[in-house]
């Protein structure tokens, strides 16, 4: 299911998604059925764990970024027209968001994996994502 999910830019309408698809993962493993009418909270607690997979997403994105930072050089824009409206978020623009750091200081900072690691721990951290757990 998150095959690729490093790569993906994601709108609030795609979180909700992958947060629905794993209530319903959760849903089919305990074989509860929608006419039960149990809330989500009650399927989390007896399940024993919680909201896991965008986390994962947003770890994954972080790691993966100071990956390509490290290995190759691929930045360019293209000259083209700008359309009407509010321009999409970008890859850049979320994972900026997620550390708070512009793209040439993750560049800079991703070059020491130490470094970058504890960059990614205080994101997880401020996100309330524990890295350890996500990656499981």
Known sequence: MLYGCETWTMGKA???KIEAAEMWFFRRFLRVSWKDRRTNGNVLAEMGTGRALLSLVKERRLKYIGHAERNTKIEGKTEAKRGSGRPSLSYVDQVSKATG?????????????????????????????NPDDAAR
């Open 14 to 16: 795609d979180e909700l």
């Open 101 to 129: 750091l512009k793209l040439q200081s993750i560049s800079q900072k991703s070059q020491d994996r130490v470094i970058y690691r504890g960059v990614v721990k205080s994101s997880c951290a401020a996100a309330n994502i």
